[in-house]
């Protein structure tokens, strides 16, 4: 089934301007008056802001650069926010998870909001768990196995349409590839037309997100520059996209349609009163926050597996004896424990390339963490990027070490490195734990082990390419590749 975009239907109720206000609304609440007191040791804040802002150094880098200071807190003032950066196992554990309860999402988090609205990313308290509860069963692990035949025939795809020699973007595959998955397993859709749009345009938002530090780039700001512009265009491309998917689904239910997707879920779900769960602009938040999250941070991981592939041959030999070990038929749910390596391969990907590459959250009471009184409203945030490369836990941090995650039985295991919890978290902690990390994980090996299995590819740019710190950790150039047949 495919679909047109309509900006307008009666099933947008809410517009950019309108979660724009309600962002700005709930940044103004958290901004609370905080006492004189000692404050950990820490960086200039208006120079770390000037120094990101003016691009010497990417945010990703400025934060993982803090751990060099050897302080289990690091405390900086920027932006009139009192930020803390843990690199501390043991802080990052005390906050996110021991303390997790007395959080919110941080300020960044919020900011995202002209965009997600109030989904799953960036809801707190009641309204998160409603949601969560809601949307559960859609990631349950045997309704993942199920969805293992429809990722398969998205790699087909995908894999028919490549010729050998071809030179492209694999970036851009991936984002194509990975929507395609979103598009049928979760929303029961085809999403292939609209990758270009949508990709372009999340592209736009992102940089947007990426240049939020400064006054008049921050995506709450209220000054028209011409990059804001752009960005509201582009997230009201989005909705559009997003919109006709919503509208499609409701006249096939209206028509008798009855199914298990995501949208069929949202838009039916009723109360003990029969009354309807979700409203309108929650069914579009979340169908935004999915077709985001479900689909970028995995073309993310994809991108940067074949690009660490290419510079370690090495690895990929090891990982296609494994592949071609196995027999000819399209790889189902069975398949998946024979592919350690292929696990070891994502796992490793996601530690030097982690897609989430840092989280916050803002301290509803007064918390002491690390040796340090942290009051109520200040911002803690922990870095997968920092954590994931620290010498201090990783043998050869920097280098592509797959089988560091391969234990004595040849078994893919993430708890094989031995790395002191609050190290290793590439889906975030606790209750606000990824909610489809088991979903990620499958469909990352299944497309990985599809596609290598065929072809290998030679992705043309140097080990560490500059990267953009937006919501997500994207590469900060093309990405082109040529593809050979096997």
């Known amino acids: 089934m495919t679909f047109a975009p309509a900006r307008h239907t009666t099933y947008m109720a809410s517009l950019v301007t309108e979660r724009t206000d309600t962002a700005r609304r709930i940044v103004a609440q958290m901004r609370v008056k905080q006492p004189r007191m000692a404050r950990p040791p820490g960086p200039n804040g208006a120079m770390a802001a000037v120094t990101m802002m003016a691009g010497r150094q990417a945010p990703h880098e400025f934060f993982s650069g803090l751990a060099d200071r050897h302080e289990p807190v690091t405390h ?16 990052i554990w ?8 007395h959080t919110r999402k941080s300020l960044g988090l919020q900011m995202t909001r002209p965009l997600l609205g109030e989904g799953l990313l960036t809801a707190d308290g009641p309204v998160h768990l409603r949601h969560r509860r809601a949307i559960q069963p859609l990631f ?3 309704r993942i196995d199920g969805y293992v035949a429809d990722m398969g025939a998205a790699a087909g795809v995908t894999s028919s349409r490549w010729h050998d020699g071809e030179l492209l973007d694999i970036a851009v595959e991936m984002s194509e590839l990975t929507l395609d998955v979103i598009g049928r397993t979760i929303f029961g859709v085809d999403l292939r037309v609209q990758a270009p749009a949508f ?3 999340l592209d ?7 240049r939020g530090l400064g006054p008049l780039a921050s995506p709450l700001s209220r000054v028209p520059t011409p990059h804001r512009r752009r960005e509201i265009a582009a997230i ?6 997003v919109d006709a998917m919503i509208a499609d689904r409701a006249r096939a239910i209206a028509d008798g349609h009855v199914g298990s997707d995501l949208l069929t879920l949202l838009l039916t779900s009723t109360d003990d009163e029969g009354q309807s769960t979700f409203t309108a602009e929650e069914v579009r938040d979340e169908a935004m926050t999915l077709v985001l999250a479900g689909h970028e941070t995995t073309a993310l991981t994809l991108t940067w597996a074949w690009h660490l592939l290419s510079h370690n041959p090495e690895y990929l030999r090891w990982l296609n004896q494994e592949i071609d070990a196995l027999d000819g038929a399209p790889i189902d749910s069975d398949d998946l424990a024979s592919l350690p390596r292929t696990y070891a391969v994502i796992a490793e990907s996601m530690r030097l390339h982690p897609p989430a590459w840092i989280i916050g959250r803002w301290l509803d009471r007064d918390v002491r963490i690390g040796g340090w009184d942290l009051p109520r409203g200040s911002v803690v945030l922990a870095s997968q990027y920092a954590m994931h490369r620290d010498p201090r836990y990783w043998p050869n941090a920097r280098e592509f070490r797959p089988e560091r995650w391969i234990d004595d039985a040849g078994r893919f295991d993430e708890r094989t490195p031995g790395v002191p919890r609050g190290v290793w978290f590439p889906f975030g902690f606790g209750t606000r734990r990824c909610i ?3 979903f990620a994980w499958t469909e990352a090996v ?3 082990a599809t596609l290598a299995r065929h072809w290998q590819i030679e992705v043309d740019v140097p080990v560490e390419p500059p990267m953009m710190s937006a919501i997500t950790l994207r590469p900060d150039v093309p990405m082109p590749a040529v593809v050979h047949r096997r």
């Open 76 to 91: 900086i003032s920027l932006g009139g926010e009192h930020v803390h950066v843990v690199f501390s196992p043991e802080a």
């Open 446 to 448: 299944v497309m990985l």
């Open 140 to 142: 349950h692990n045997k």
């Open 94 to 101: 005390d906050v996110f998870v021991t303390n997790g309860r």
């Open 236 to 241: 009201e491309e989005l909705d559009a996209i």
């Open 204 to 210: 736009t938002v992102l940089e947007g997100f990426a």
């Open 199 to 201: 990709a372009g345009n």
């Open 436 to 438: 489809g990390e088991h």
